[in-house]
């Protein structure tokens, strides 16, 4: 669904209407479906004074944000990651396991595969997967 600013051609008030596509609108303004939310008048015209919002309905819209607040606070995670740790690369599982015999405080991130990062926990040492996502331009 989207929401399109539609204007008056009677009384040039300015309303929002629901509509599954911008020729749905068109349809529906021809067919004198929509109506001035003052003067019910049918001469309505799409408005383009405000730029028009996608926007899906109900839960999506929440799953939207959601995905949204996720991915800001992944990123959040990413940059303290990078800030605090230091990058090992294909070195983890080695260096993980160095840490964990030395005893050393060095806190590391890198890549490891399920099996060894499997392989680690079976040693007992702890490793956290986090999803790493792609920096937006
Ligand atoms: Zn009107």
Redesign the pocket.
Known sequence: MIVLSLS?K??D?EFEGWFSSHQSCEKQIKKGMVE?T??N?KKIEKSLSKPNVAVHKGKSTSQNEASKILRSKLKELKTFVKDNCEYVGDQFPYEARRIHYDKLNKPIYGHATKKEADELKEEGIETTSIPWIKEEN
């Open positions: 008056c009677k009384c008030n001035c003052i003067c008048s």
